[in-house]
Nanobody, 120 residues
Framework: QVQLVESGGGLVQAGGSLRLSCAASGGIDSINVVHWYRQAPGKQRELVGTLITGSGRTTYADSVKARFTISSNNAKMTAYLQMDSLKRADTAVYYC?????????????WGQGTQVTVSS
């Protein structure tokens, strides 16, 4: 059974750092693309950033540029969202979604979400 499991959320003070993980399992050949989204209470879901693993190309929302970094480790079938210089405005539930290569086909999966709370 294919799964995408997130971890690493929690409570952190403003200015601090957290690293979220997004681990894929279940007969996956590779992670092709990773997107990280977030949704704050009362707000629409926002695309935080994207990583195309083959090229290493990343794009980020202006609100997180130069503070957040997306990376991946294909050997571990895991993607990461490194969040530095956190602000209260970064408080949200963070979701990863990935395009997974499985037996020559590509499938899109979502993680369950992980809460990040930034305190002042």
């Amino acid at each position: 059974q294919v799964q995408l499991v997130e971890s690493g959320g929690g409570l952190v003070q403003a200015g601090g750092s957290l690293r979220l993980s997004c681990a894929a399992s279940g007969g996956i050949d590779s992670i092709n693309v990773v997107h990280w989204y977030r949704q704050a209470p009362g707000k629409q879901r926002e695309l935080v950033g994207t990583l195309i693993t083959g090229s290493g190309r990343t794009t980020y929302a202006d609100s997180v540029k130069a503070r957040f970094t997306i990376s991946s480790n294909n050997a571990k079938m895991t993607a990461y969202l490194q969040m530095d210089s956190l602000k209260r405005a970064d408080t949200a539930v963070y979701y990863c979604t990935a395009e997974l290569q499985i037996s020559r086909r590509v499938y899109i999966y979502w993680g369950q979400g992980t809460q990040v709370t930034v305190s002042s």
